[in-house]
């Protein structure tokens, strides 16, 4: 089970950071990822971290500005959100998959937590 949370809403420049919480499983059997999906707009990945949170990948568009970080011994993983835009606002939502295959594609991760509103005003 995952639960995301820390959203909300931010001006144009600052900064968030969202927790998952996993709970269940071997927490670092599994790669973790953020995804996130804006109205009218199809899931997009934004960020992905290995099992022991040695290796991380970023989507183009966030590079620079966010930071994946896991933190094993409490099951946790973050997202810490810097000089955020307006196209940054969407739900987002974090996920689990096994440690092997691509960390970029939506179809690979097997749970996913029930998302939380990130909203960014200009």
């Known amino acids: 089970q995952l639960q995301a949370s820390g959203g909300g809403l931010v001006q144009a420049g600052g900064s968030l950071r969202l927790s998952c919480a996993a709970s269940?499983?071997?927490?670092?059997?599994?790669?973790m990822g953020w995804f996130r999906q804006a109205p009218g707009k199809s899931r997009e990945f934004v960020a992905a971290?290995?099992?022991?949170?040695?290796?991380?990948y970023y989507a183009d568009s966030v590079k620079g500005r966010f930071t994946i970080s896991r933190g094993n011994a409490k099951n946790t993983v973050y997202l810490q959100m810097n000089s955020l835009r307006s196209e940054d606002t969407a739900v987002y939502y974090c996920?689990?998959?096994?440690?092997?295959?691509?960390?970029?594609?939506?179809?690979?991760?097997?749970?996913w937590g029930q998302g939380t509103q990130v909203t960014v005003s200009s």
């Open positions: 269940g499983r071997t927490f670092s059997n599994y790669a």
């Open positions: 971290i290995s099992g022991n949170g040695g290796s991380t």
């Open positions: 996920a689990a998959k096994t440690l092997s295959g691509d960390y970029y594609s939506k179809f690979l991760y097997h749970y």
